[in-house]
């Protein structure tokens, strides 16, 4: 026998349960309280006989209705505002924090549709349609582009775009500085910035590979150093003190800047990925997984290459070549 739980009684509109005593009418199968058909004598859809229509059919079109209808009506309270949001809500509408039926949080991944909301590093939730526009170009674009930690950088991005400020503190990017550009693919300034790095350093790797320095390094007397007088020392002294403070200016614009440098990157990558593809998403995306997100390899390329320049210059000064 069919289970019939849970379904309604087309006549007195109540559910079926385990227990109840069915009849099915035997043309196009519905079910009914064997009383309700004894009361009215005859099938309730009657006019189905005709039209050849099956309970089976129509109620499962009509358990689509229902659901849809019942989820449009189904209500979820954000667990941090505590504000309503219909079931059709990713995101709530208040505060903008993540939110399904199932309390799972949902990827911001912009390949979707709808309006989801991205986290600001220190401004809670933004929402953002991934069709709005930012400078041009559209959010869903540069989000493929990031692709690593869209949630930090998508607000911040628009924060760039509305308030055509340039300023975005980014701690990374201070305490490591070129490198962290050329991890984001910020190639050019990263790149300046390790130059600029690498000459200010010059003093004070000149002041570590004197005799006296070498000396007090190993705890015994070296002759294998630089010998430099009085007045010459002073002056490496002074000029790496202001070394040291110029890269500290240094990094603290990278720290400063790098955001805006990236969001600047990324327009122009998502507008060069535009110009090489169809026009179509996948292609966009395609391309955009490829050139976009974060450089891994390259960190670890010029950070070896950082240190082989340190010691061949510390051999250059050790030979007395430079």
Not at 24 to 50: D, F, M, Q
Not at 185 to 201: K, T
């Amino acid at each position: 026998m069919a289970d019939y739980n849970g379904i309604i009684c087309p006549v007195c509109k109540k559910a079926f349960c385990q227990d109840d005593d069915v009849v099915v009418c035997p043309v196009c199968g519905t079910p009914h309280h064997r009383e309700c058909y004894k009361n009215i004598g005859h099938c309730a859809n009657l006019s189905w006989h005709s039209q050849n229509k099956s309970f089976d059919e129509e109620y499962a079109d009509t358990q689509k209705e229902n659901e849809a209808q019942n989820d449009e009506k189904r209500v979820i309270i954000c667990p941090r505002c505590q504000e309503e949001n219909s079931n059709g809500e990713i995101f709530c509408k208040k505060c903008g924090l993540p939110i399904s039926l199932n309390d799972r949080v949902h990827s911001a991944n912009m390949n979707g549709a709808g309006g989801p909301a991205f986290m600001q590093g220190m401004g809670g939730f933004v929402k953002i349609n991934p069709d709005e526009k930012l400078d041009g170009v559209e959010v869903w674009k540069l989000s493929a582009v990031v692709k690593q930690n869209q949630l930090r950088f998508i607000p911040t991005f628009k924060l760039f775009s509305q308030k055509k400020t340039k300023i975005n503190f980014n701690f990374c990017a201070f305490f490591f500085s070129m490198f962290y550009l050329l991890y984001r693919r910020v190639y050019s300034w990263g790149i300046w910035a390790l130059i600029a790095q690498l000459i200010l350093a010059i003093p004070s790797a000149i002041l570590n590979f004197t005799n006296e320095s070498l000396t007090a390094m190993f705890g015994a007397e070296v002759d294998f150093g630089l010998m430099l007088n009085d007045e010459q020392t002073r002056l490496l002294m002074i000029l790496a003190y202001i070394a040291m403070a110029l890269s500290f200016v240094v990094e603290l614009l990278i720290g400063l800047f790098a955001n805006y440098l990236y969001y600047k990157k990324c327009l122009r990558l998502s507008e060069n990925i535009d110009s090489e593809t169809d026009g179509s998403r996948e292609a966009f995306l395609q391309v955009a997984f490829k050139k976009g997100g974060v450089n891994n390899l390259v960190v670890i390329i010029i950070g070896a290459a950082y240190m082989l320049v340190s010691y061949i210059l510390a051999f250059m000064l050790q030979s007395g070549l430079f």
